[in-house]
């Protein structure tokens, strides 16, 4: 294979892959209910998480999925899901759980710039994730897994919604100031979950299980709706700090503009691992960032539109752009009830052909 740089602190293989589907398609194919006990009750945690592997198994074995499958693992969130709520609902906001659907978090409104619960482990909320951490570590002697944390601008609109925007402009040094107020809870969270599982971000995206070293990923899904001078004044000092104190440091952003921040993005000591949102530019993102993961995330809403040749030439052409196979990984998240199974055998066989062509030293064009 040719001579890729390779970030010795990730030492991933060569194009790992990963499929995360909704709630409603495991609804459908397993029967699983996506209620509170799913999520706090211990007992159905386990099984929850085994059957799942189980229908992974069944359905993609043949390409890894479901090596768990005849295990009772302690998992203590759902890590075969794409669901941020939990520090939102620990600071204040209504959090409603469906059959079918992830928790749907509805904003708090609080009318002031200010964490109105100081002490998040003396909350309601966090009192139930504690009764399921002892049952299960009673049980099983330690616990794995972890609970999707978002992200600092994600929690700010969950407890402000809109009003936080024109806080940029109104309230400049309140906003920054709040800000840290958040980044101090996401720590405080994290850091707990971290010294019992080892580690925090498998729920945010499952592609950080491929690498030796646990992902600190940082959920930035709703920068598409600010500037960049924006983000470089009141949040790119978090993602600085937190690059050097919390490595491998990653940020996951899932709009379809990533490019648009990459030569800020640049500015970040060490971004180690990059979530590149279905649109992004690989080219002129790895321009700036040519020592970074690029994870590329392909549309689960458009998967099926595609013929079996489409979506496989897609996939070449993104691994292509990203120019360097050592550095890009390949996932597809949410896919819902609609989704055929063929397509998910078409990303996995897609993605074994590059590596093989990787390994005899070509690649495609």
């Not at 198994?57 to 794409?82: S, T």
Request: hydrophobic content about 35%; glycine content about 6%.
């Amino acid at each position: 294979m040719n001579n890729y740089f390779q970030n010795p602190i990730l030492q991933e293989d060569i194009l790992p892959v990963e499929v995360v589907f909704h709630p409603s398609w495991w609804f459908k194919h397993t029967g699983i209910t996506f209620d509170q006990d799913f999520f706090y009750h211990p007992l159905k945690r386990v099984e929850s998480e085994k059957k799942m592997e189980k229908e992974l198994y069944n359905k993609f074995g043949m390409y890894g999925l479901g090596i768990d499958r005849n295990k009772d693992l302690p998992v203590i969130g759902a890590v075969h899901n794409a669901s941020g709520y939990i520090i939102s609902e620990l600071l204040g906001c209504k959090v409603n759980y469906f059959e079918d659907s992830a928790p749907q978090v509805y904003p708090a409104n609080h009318e002031e710039l200010k964490i109105y619960n100081n002490d998040i482990f003396k909350t309601p909320v966090f009192k139930k994730l504690e009764h399921l951490l002892e049952k299960l570590k009673g049980k099983y002697g330690y616990l794995i897994g972890d609970i999707n944390w978002g992200g600092i601008l994600n929690i700010a609109l969950d407890l402000q919604a809109e009003k936080i925007f024109s806080d940029f402009f109104e309230k400049s040094e309140e906003t920054k100031n709040y800000f840290s107020d958040i980044s101090k809870v996401i720590e405080k969270f994290t850091t707990f979950i971290a010294k019992e599982t080892g580690t925090t971000s498998v729920s945010v995206n499952r592609i950080v299980k491929h690498f030796n070293n646990p992902v600190f990923l940082h959920s930035e899904c709703s920068h598409t709706m600010i500037s960049t001078e924006q983000y470089e004044e009141y949040l790119l000092p978090f993602d600085v700090n937190w690059s050097q104190r919390f490595r491998p440091f990653g940020i996951h952003y899932c709009g379809s503009d990533p490019h648009r921040y990459a030569r800020i993005f640049q500015k970040i000591p060490h971004l180690d691992f990059l979530d590149v949102g279905w649109g992004g530019d690989l080219k002129e993102i790895r321009k700036y960032l040519p020592e970074t993961f690029l994870n590329i995330r392909l549309n689960p809403v458009e998967i099926n539109s595609y013929t079996d040749e489409e979506l496989s030439n897609t996939i070449k052409k993104l691994v292509i752009d990203s120019n360097n196979p050592n550095l890009t990984g390949i996932c597809c998240i949410n896919m819902d009830d609609k989704v055929e199974d063929n397509k998910v055998v078409v990303i996995f066989k897609t993605v074994e052909e590059l590596r093989k062509s990787y390994h005899l030293g070509s690649r495609f064009g």
